[in-house]
C-alpha cells in the first residue's frame, strides 16, 4: 500500500502533524490518521506530483493526541508549505460541495457520486459539479496614492481593496468599473490585470486588477463600506496578511518606489 497526503478537516480545522523539528505538515502515510467511521466519505484529490491525495472531515476535532494538531485553514498557510496549503484549499472546496449538494436541487431525490468531481441524481438524472464564486478586486491609484477601504464585513481593523462579485452577463472589466462606482462613487481608467488566486472561503476565485482614478469624489456604499480613502505609502493603515491577493497588489504598488 502506497502512502498519501491525508487532508483532514473539522469543520473549517484541518489536522497537521507535528515534525521532530518543531514544524508542521500534512500527515503523509499508508493509512488515514484518524479512524474512518463507516459513513465517511473519501474524496480522491488531484495528486501533488506523484504522491496520492486523499481528503474527508471528521466530527470531533483531534485534541487527546500530542503529534496532531488542529489549525485553522487561514492560519496554516503560515505553518506548512505554499503548495500543501493551496492543495489544502481545493479539498476544503471540495468537502464544501460534497456537504451542500446531498439532494437534487430539482427533484430532491440523493444525489450520488459519479467521478471524483461530479454527483448525479438517483432519480432524475441531474448531473453537478464544484462551482467558483468569481469576485474582482482592484488597487487604484491617484498619484503617489492609495485607495484602501475597510468593509463591514472584515473582523479585523485593517484596510482592503475595492472588492465583489462578478453578476451574470457582465465581463471581469465591467464587474470591476460597476464595483468601484457603487462602492466608492469613483470612475477608474486604464483597468489591467494582475493575477488571480483560489479562495477557498468557501468557494472563491479572486481575480486582481490595477487601474487608474479618472474622476469623482469619495461617496462610500455604507452598506458595505465603513470607512476608506487615499494612502500614501509612509501612511498606510493595518493591511491585509501576505496570503491574500490584496497584499500581492498592494506589495506590487508599493516595489514601484523601491
Avoid at 455604507?222 to 496570503?243: A, M, V
Wanted: with cysteine.
Amino acid at each position: 500500500m502506497e502512502k498519501k497526503l491525508w487532508f483532514v478537516f473539522c469543520k473549517s480545522d484541518i489536522l497537521l502533524r507535528k515534525t521532530s523539528e518543531g514544524g508542521y505538515e500534512i500527515p503523509y502515510s499508508e493509512q488515514p490518521p484518524t479512524e474512518l467511521k463507516p459513513w465517511t466519505t473519501v474524496h480522491n484529490i488531484t495528486p501533488m506530483g506523484d504522491i496520492p491525495v486523499q481528503t474527508y472531515r471528521i466530527e470531533v476535532p483531534v485534541t487527546d493526541d500530542a503529534d496532531y494538531e488542529m489549525c485553522g485553514l487561514r492560519a496554516s498557510y503560515g505553518k506548512i508549505s505554499h503548495e500543501q496549503y493551496l492543495k489544502a484549499g481545493k479539498c476544503a472546496e471540495i468537502i464544501y460541495w460534497d456537504i451542500n449538494t446531498q439532494y437534487c436541487g430539482m427533484c430532491g431525490a440523493p444525489m450520488k457520486k459519479h467521478t471524483d468531481i461530479s454527483k448525479r441524481c438517483t432519480n432524475c438524472g441531474k448531473e453537478v459539479w464544484p462551482q467558483l464564486a468569481t469576485a474582482v478586486i482592484v488597487l487604484i491609484r491617484k498619484g503617489d496614492e492609495v485607495l484602501l477601504v475597510h468593509a463591514n464585513n472584515f473582523r479585523r481593523d485593517f484596510y482592503g481593496l475595492v472588492a465583489g462579485f462578478v453578476e451574470t452577463g457582465e465581463t471581469l472589466e465591467e464587474a470591476v468599473e460597476r464595483e468601484v462606482m457603487e462602492e466608492t462613487g469613483l470612475k477608474i481608467k486604464n483597468l489591467k490585470y494582475f493575477a488571480s488566486q483560489p479562495w477557498p472561503y468557501p468557494s472563491g476565485l479572486m481575480v486582481g486588477f490595477n487601474a487608474e482614478y479618472a474622476e469623482g469624489d469619495i461617496h462610500l456604499q455604507r452598506s458595505e463600506l465603513s470607512d476608506g480613502g487615499w494612502f500614501k505609502r509612509d501612511n498606510l493603515p493595518h493591511i491585509p496578511e501576505k496570503l491574500s491577493i490584496a497584499r500581492q497588489l498592494i506589495d506590487n504598488w508599493l516595489k514601484t518606489y523601491e
